[in-house]
């Protein structure tokens, strides 16, 4: 199940994990991605809390939250070599992985074909 936010990330939940990145919209935005900051291990955030950085050669911006947990993974090949996040920014190019604290706030979020609606 993947889910959409309007602040264009997305969020895979498999068990009580969810897998969370910038939508390929976002990064299309952005252009060309030469900075990743991401947060550490055992960090905790609630719905909508900035959760990372990425920067492009145009602008700056906050990747939010767009579920409360505990980060249990970060993605270092993105940290690594932030280009990865242009080349598959719903795919390998993940953010974090984190332990979900509430599986209902799944439901605040949009559905594929809501995002695209939303995005035009």
Same mark, same amino acid.
């Given at each position: 199940?993947?889910?959409?936010?309007?602040?264009?990330?997305? +969020? &895979?939940? /498999?068990?009580?994990?969810?897998?969370?990145? =910038?939508?390929?919209?976002? %990064?299309?935005?952005?252009? *060309?991605?030469?900075?990743?900051?991401?947060?550490?291990?055992?960090?905790?955030?609630?719905?909508?809390?900035?959760?990372?950085?990425?920067?492009?050669?145009?602008?700056?911006?906050?990747?939010?939250?767009? +579920? &409360?947990? /505990?980060?249990?993974?970060?993605?270092?090949? =993105?940290?690594?070599?932030? %280009?990865?996040?242009?080349? *598959?920014?719903?795919?390998?190019?993940?953010?974090?992985?984190?332990?979900?604290?509430?599986?209902?706030?799944?439901?605040?979020?949009?559905?594929?074909?809501?995002?695209?609606?939303?995005?035009?």
């Amino acid at each position: 199940m993947k889910k959409y936010t309007e602040d264009h990330e997305w +969020v &895979s939940v /498999e068990g009580d994990t969810a897998t969370i990145g =910038i939508t390929e919209h976002a %990064a299309g935005q952005l252009g *060309d991605v030469v900075f990743v900051e991401l947060p550490a291990v055992g960090t905790k955030f609630k719905q909508k809390g900035e959760m990372a950085v990425v920067e492009s050669v145009k602008a700056a911006s906050d990747v939010y939250a767009p +579920v &409360s947990g /505990e980060v249990v993974a970060v993605n270092q090949a =993105i940290a690594d070599d932030p %280009a990865k996040v242009n080349a *598959d920014p719903e795919g390998a190019s993940w953010f974090v992985k984190i332990k979900l604290s509430s599986r209902s706030e799944l439901d605040r979020l949009m559905d594929e074909a809501s995002y695209r609606k939303l995005i035009g």
